[in-house]
């Protein structure tokens, strides 16, 4: 099963992926090169590419048979909004690369996608399938409970670097770029919720066949 993992981080999704199938074929892009050397170190069996995760997709989307992406999510934040009154904040429009990807897959991409983004301080401009604190659009049914751990209190508000790194099983201290510690532990999905979720698409495809091959 060959598999893209778009806008990698350092594959909070992505870490548990080995405990549902032998012999996956991922490939991860990731424009920060700092995080992608951290990603090539954790899951040395990936192809690990830096480059635009946007126009990764665009070029390359019929390689693979699921694609994941998780796209920027800082401008959708309902955290962003909350800030709107205070001295610090810049406006900004909301990146439609969100919803160009959801679109695109969704009419273009013949196997299983997932695009996975926060909850916004809007009404989401097309439906998707809220799961705690995330939304996901996807072409396939996913299970209510997706396992997810129980967070520390307040972990995502005012978690310390610590609370991530035991959370996530990362180290944040060997990452020498120019993005915010505090962010990129912010922004990755637990990895039970990842496993539940490719572990679904799997059977799926794997009926698929099945069934498929029954019919001659």
């Not at 996913?142 to 035991?166: V, W, Y």
């Not at 201290?173 to 698409?201: C, F, H, M, P, W």
């Not at 066949?209 to 029954?214: K, M, P, Y």
Request: aromatic share 12%.
């Amino acid at each position: 099963m060959k598999i893209l993992n778009l806008y990698a981080y350092l594959g909070g999704n992505r870490y548990k992926w080995d405990e549902v199938a032998e012999g996956l074929e991922i490939t991860a892009v990731e424009l920060d090169p700092e995080l992608a050397r951290m990603y090539q170190e954790r899951f040395p069996n990936d192809t690990v590419i830096v480059a635009d995760a946007h126009q990764y997709l665009l070029d390359h989307y019929k390689e693979f048979d699921f694609i994941w992406t998780s796209p920027p999510c800082p401008t959708h934040s309902s955290i962003r909004i909350s800030q709107k009154n205070t001295k610090a904040f810049t406006p900004k429009f909301p990146d439609m690369e969100l919803y160009e990807e959801i679109i695109f897959l969704d009419n273009y991409f013949e196997g299983k996608y997932v695009v996975e983004n926060v909850i916004p301080f809007y009404e989401p401009l097309i439906q998707a399938k809220k799961r705690g604190r995330h939304l996901y659009w996807t072409n396939f049914n996913i299970p209510n409970d997706l396992n997810c751990r129980p967070q520390p209190k307040d972990m995502i508000a005012k978690g310390s670097i610590g609370d991530l790194e035991k959370y996530h099983s990362i180290d944040l201290g060997r990452y020498k770029g120019g993005q915010s510690k505090i962010k990129i532990g912010r922004n990755l999905v637990d990895y039970e919720a990842g496993r539940t979720i490719l572990e679904t698409a799997l059977g799926i495809i794997r009926k698929s066949n099945t069934s498929q091959t029954e019919l001659f």
